[in-house]
């Protein structure tokens, strides 16, 4: 069983390269977790996305979604940007501005891209909007550091990180239920 990624090529719109993962235990975006969030990420050249919907077991207080988990989606989109790059990275910061309650229940669009790299620091932003109104309901900024190739490969073999061919870009799939994609190294 593998999970996929779909990666739209620079210039394509409609048709995209496809990668695929084996099954992981990342919270944020690993098939193998079942308390986790169960992301699927979808990534372009320096930038990833994911749409999906908190269950009330995600919940801070009553309605709406804990900052911690609202935190570990914008982490994900923005580690993921990377990935668009074919770079692997890990977070050495990251701030989170939280503009508005994170409803719980509601499609959220959480989108991340990188800003900035310098050698082995990427900089990064991203954000989480409700999806029908596209109101901004938490900014956030990050910084990673990128994998020294050894180890870029490693993660790569670990995870059996391949391209496995051009294929339609997914559509939204909600919280990822049906298939998950990739790591957060």
Same mark, same amino acid.
């Given at each position: 069983?593998?999970?996929?990624?779909?990666?739209? #090529?620079?210039? #394509?719109? %409609?048709?995209?390269? =496809?990668?695929?993962f084996e099954p992981h235990n990342c919270f944020a975006c690993g098939t193998l977790n079942t308390s986790g969030l169960a992301m699927l990420i979808h990534v372009e050249p320096g930038r990833s996305w994911a749409e999906l919907a908190l269950e009330s077991r995600f919940e801070g207080w009553e309605g709406i #979604?804990?900052?911690?988990?609202?935190?570990?989606?914008l982490d994900e989109?923005?580690?993921? %940007?990377?990935?668009?790059?074919?770079?692997?990275?890990?977070?050495a910061r990251l701030a989170v501005d939280f503009k508005k309650p994170v409803p719980l229940g509601t499609v959220l669009r959480a989108e991340g891209w990188i800003s900035r790299s310098r050698r082995r620091l990427v900089e990064t932003e991203a954000r989480v909007v409700e999806a029908s109104t596209? #109101?901004?309901? %938490?900014?956030?900024?990050?910084v990673y550091i990128a994998a020294d190739a050894a180890r870029k490969r490693e993660l790569q073999e670990r995870? =059996?990180?391949?391209?496995?061919?051009?294929?339609?870009?997914? %559509?939204?799939?909600?919280?990822?239920?049906?298939?998950?994609?990739?790591?957060?190294p």
């Amino acid at each position: 069983m593998t999970s996929e990624v779909t990666q739209v #090529a620079a210039g #394509a719109a %409609a048709t995209g390269e =496809r990668f695929e993962f084996e099954p992981h235990n990342c919270f944020a975006c690993g098939t193998l977790n079942t308390s986790g969030l169960a992301m699927l990420i979808h990534v372009e050249p320096g930038r990833s996305w994911a749409e999906l919907a908190l269950e009330s077991r995600f919940e801070g207080w009553e309605g709406i #979604a804990h900052g911690g988990i609202v935190s570990t989606i914008l982490d994900e989109v923005m580690a993921w %940007a990377l990935v668009g790059e074919d770079n692997w990275g890990v977070t050495a910061r990251l701030a989170v501005d939280f503009k508005k309650p994170v409803p719980l229940g509601t499609v959220l669009r959480a989108e991340g891209w990188i800003s900035r790299s310098r050698r082995r620091l990427v900089e990064t932003e991203a954000r989480v909007v409700e999806a029908s109104t596209g #109101a901004t309901l %938490a900014p956030a900024t990050g910084v990673y550091i990128a994998a020294d190739a050894a180890r870029k490969r490693e993660l790569q073999e670990r995870y =059996r990180f391949r391209r496995v061919g051009v294929g339609v870009t997914s %559509a939204n799939r909600g919280n990822g239920a049906s298939g998950s994609s990739g790591t957060n190294p």
